[in-house]
């Protein structure tokens, strides 16, 4: 028995030093330590012992397999230490790297110059309001006095969507929605999108207006002229001046068009101003007395200066942009070229 235990002795230790993986520990334990190994076996041999020598020989081989459990756990430990140490390693960052650059991003020209636009406003007390950019026909035209019969009904300017539902053509509709739900004193812009069946190099099927408009009592046309006037300095160069020439909008008598002093060429007639000396900016007027009726406000009691600015036109003649569409491509090297 004693050589028996000799021999297997060797074998363990040979067994557990080549143990590499956690797979070949459990093949030792199977062979070894489990029910069916070999130290199980010396048990059984036990029962062939004489009887006087069977306790001293139990205890041995109990001994013997305190020992062989006891390396089966020195073996595991150093095992599951191996395994952390490759892990932490695998897992290292070496913070020693450089990091990979990104180019912080920046606003659209648009934005920014909505935001410019905006600035100014405030300045003067206006709050903002936004209405819906899918709109119905009476918000749209009719409440604004835009005739059954008006060209601009045209189904050649606007999308329809359903019968009396389309995309709003202009941020005029915001005008009424503004007097339905607030009443005088009333001084609000409407930024927003705008929709119109057109393209060329000036003209997109859409893009942005900011509506102004001031309800009050005794607002006349000079309200409008000089809060223009502070808006195409700001916005121009303090040397811009700007003038009124009279036009026509349905939804406001009288009706004007603003045209600012080229700021290219200081009026004296240049290719940006088509040798004129002037540029046409923006469309405005005092609110039409049936409109005012239309939003329930007493056009004896009250009266409105209103406007509305396009957006595009203004980010394009202050950057020198002469095609509408290079706003829309998010080509980055056009884009790159904004700073806010
Ligand atoms: N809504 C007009 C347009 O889109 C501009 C405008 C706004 C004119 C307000 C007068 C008053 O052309």
Redesign the pocket.
Known sequence: METKLKALREQVEAAISSVQSKEELSAFWQQFLSKKGRIQDLMKVLGTVPKEERPAMGKLINEFKEQVSARYEEAAQKLEELELEALNRSEQVDITLPSRKRAPGALHPITITKNQMIDVFAGMGFKIFEGPEIEDDDHNFTRLNVAKNHPARDTQDTFYIAEDILLRT???PGQIRVMDSEKPPIKVLVPGRVFRSDSDATHSPMFH?M?GLVVDRKITLCDLQGMLDEFSRKIFGDSVKTRLRPSY?P??EP?VEVDVSCFECGGAGCSLCKGTGWIEVL???IVHQKVLENCGIDPKEYSGL???IGIERIAMLKYGINNIGLLYENDLRFLKQFKD
Do not use: D, R, V
């Open positions: 202009h941020t005029s207006q509506e909008f939804f406001t009706s469309g405005g007027g209103a406007f509305g």
